[in-house]
C-alpha cells in the first residue's frame, strides 16, 4: 500500500498523542495480562533499560574501532553469559539481535565447519526434535539444509534414541532444548551430549527461553539438569537476553566453546571498493542500545537481583499449577522454569482461550497436544489470582454451551 509523505513535519506531542492512542487496543502486558512477547521485570528494570538504551542509540556496534564502549560492554554481557552456563575458559561468542539469529549463526558456524572438517557428499542435515523452534526450519530453509524432526518421547522431551538413528553421514547438528517453547520442558541434554561425542556430531542447545533463567533457578534451589557446556557435547549454546535476561529488545547471545568453532560464524569480505569488512553476525549495523541496556541491566540486577526476580517467577508459576489442577486441568510434563501449558481432558481450550482473549488476556497456546500456554514473567506473581478466577469463569462459560465461547478461532 503506498502512503504520502506528509509535505511538512507534525510537532512531537501531537505525534506522541497519536502513538498513545494507537497502542490502545495493543496487548494490556502493563497490567500482567500477557503471558507471551513481553518480559515485564518492573519499572525500576524499564528504566535502567531505556535509559541505558537512549545513551547509546546512536552508536553502531559494526565499528569496534570506533566505539569501544560497546566492544568492551558486549566482551563483558558474553563473558558473565558464558560463566553462567559452565563455558571452559577458552568459550567465546556474540550479543545477536534475537534467538532467530542467535540460531541462524550457530548453524551456519555448524554447516561451514563441516564442510571444513568433513566429506559431506549430500544435502547436510539437522536431527532435532519435533519440539524445536521453528528457527530451526528457517535457517534450514535459507541455507538449503535439511531438517528432520523427530517426534518427541511420551514424556514430551526430546527421544534421544529416535534422533540417533534419524542421524546419517550428511548430519551435521544435533540440537536440544532447554527448554522448549511449547512445553517449557528442559529436553535430556546429557544424552543428547553422549550421542553427540559418539557419532563426533555438534550439539547445539537451544536456550534462548532458559539461559539466563535456569541457572537462577538452580541457584534458588531448584532441580535443574544439566543443560549447558558442563557437558562435553555442546559445542553451541543460544541465550536470549531479552526474555529472561530482562534486557532491551533486541538482544541475544550465540555462545560457543571454542574460538575454532567461531571462526566459522564470521563473515570477512575484502573483494570490493569499500575495504575489508567484518561481521561476526548477520548484521551489518548493530544497534548500540540493545548492547548497552543489556550491560547496564546485568550490572543492575546483579545475581541476588535475577534470583529474586526469578523467585517470583517460579512462585507464579507454581501458583498457577496449583490453581489449574483445581479447575481440572492437565500440567504438560514437569516444567522448572517460567513456561507452563496445560490441558483439559474434555473441554475445548481453544475456546476458552478466547473467553480469556474476551478478557483482555493475550497468552498463547500448543496444538500438539491442545493446550493452554503461558510464559511467565516476575510481574505474574501479582496477578496469578485474578489469571485463576477469570480461568475459572471461562472455564464455566464453555461448559455452559456460552455460543461465543465456542465459535471457531483462529487457532482452531
Same mark, same amino acid.
Given at each position: ?35 507471551v512477547y513481553v518480559f515485564n521485570a518492573g ?20 565499528g569496534p574501532l570506533a566505539f569501544p564502549s ?19 575458559? @577458552? ?47 528457517? %535457517? ?24 540417533? %538413528? ?29 550421542? $553427540? ?16 533463567? %535456569? ?78 541496556? %543489556? ?34 486441568? @492437565? ?12 490441558? @483439559? ?34 510481574? @505474574? ?23 461465543? $465461547?465456542v465459535t471457531e478461532s483462529r487457532y482452531s
Open positions: 500500500m503506498l502512503k504520502n509523505m506528509p509535505d511538512t513535519g507534525t510537532d512531537w506531542d501531537s505525534l506522541r498523542a497519536e502513538m498513545i492512542t494507537r497502542g490502545g487496543n495493543d496487548a494490556k502486558w502493563r497490567e500482567g495480562k500477557t503471558a519499572e525500576d528494570v524499564s528504566r535502567v533499560q531505556k535509559e541505558a538504551y537512549t545513551m547509546y542509540m546512536s552508536e553502531n556496534g559494526l560497546l566492544k568492551q560492554m558486549e566482551d563483558e554481557v558474553v563473558g558473565m553469559g558464558l560463566n553462567l552456563l559452565h563455558a571452559p575458559e @577458552h568459550a567465546v561468542g556474540n550479543i545477536t539481535s534475537g534467538g532467530t539469529d542467535s540460531i541462524n549463526m550457530a548453524v551456519k558456524a555448524s554447516r561451514d565447519y563441516a564442510v571444513a572438517t568433513r566429506d559431506v557428499a549430500g544435502t547436510p542435515n539437522i536431527v532435532a526434535p519435533y519440539s524445536a523452534h521453528p528457527a530451526f526450519d528457517k %535457517a534450514a530453509m535459507m541455507m538449503s539444509l535439511e531438517l528432520r524432526r523427530v517426534p518427541v518421547a511420551d514424556n514430551l522431551l526430546a527421544d534421544v534414541t529416535a534422533m540417533s %538413528a534419524a542421524c546419517d553421514d550428511n548430519t551435521i547438528m544435533l540440537v536440544g532444548s532447554a527448554p522448549s517453547f511449547p512445553y517449557g520442558l528442559i529436553d535430556p541434554i546429557t544424552k543428547l551430549g553422549e550421542l $553427540a561425542e559418539e557419532k563426533n556430531l555438534w550439539l547445539h542447545v537451544d536456550a534462548c527461553v532458559g539461559g539466563y533463567i %535456569a541457572p537462577f533457578v538452580r541457584m534458588n534451589g531448584g532441580d535443574i539438569p544439566p543443560f549447558d557446556f558442563e557437558i562435553a557435547g555442546v559445542r553451541s549454546m543460544s541465550a536470549d537476553l531479552h526474555k529472561y535476561g530482562y534486557c532491551a529488545k533486541g538482544a541475544s547471545t550465540v555462545l560457543f566453546s571454542d574460538e575454532s568453532l567461531r571462526q566459522h560464524m564470521i563473515f570477512d569480505c575484502a573483494d570490493w571498493p569499500g575495504g575489508r569488512m567484518v561481521t561476526p553476525t548477520l548484521a551489518g549495523t548493530r544497534p548500540g542500545g540493545a548492547i548497552s541496556a %543489556a550491560w547496564a541491566v546485568m550490572n543492575y540486577l546483579g545475581v541476588e537481583g535475577y534470583r529474586a526476580k526469578h523467585k517470583l517467577v517460579t512462585n507464579a508459576r507454581e501458583a498457577i499449577e496449583r490453581g489449574v489442577i483445581q479447575l481440572g486441568f @492437565h500440567i504438560l510434563g514437569e516444567p522448572q522454569l517460567g513456561i507452563v501449558a496445560f490441558s @483439559h481432558p474434555t473441554e475445548n481450550v481453544f475456546a476458552i482461550y478466547k473467553q480469556m482473549y474476551n478478557r483482555g488476556w493475550f497468552t498463547s497456546l500448543t496444538t500438539v497436544p491442545k493446550a493452554l500456554h503461558l510464559m511467565l514473567s516476575p510481574f @505474574h506473581a501479582e496477578v496469578t489470582g485474578t489469571y485463576l478466577n477469570d480461568l475459572k469463569d471461562s472455564l464455566k462459560a464453555v461448559q455452559s454451551g456460552d455460543k461465543d $465461547a
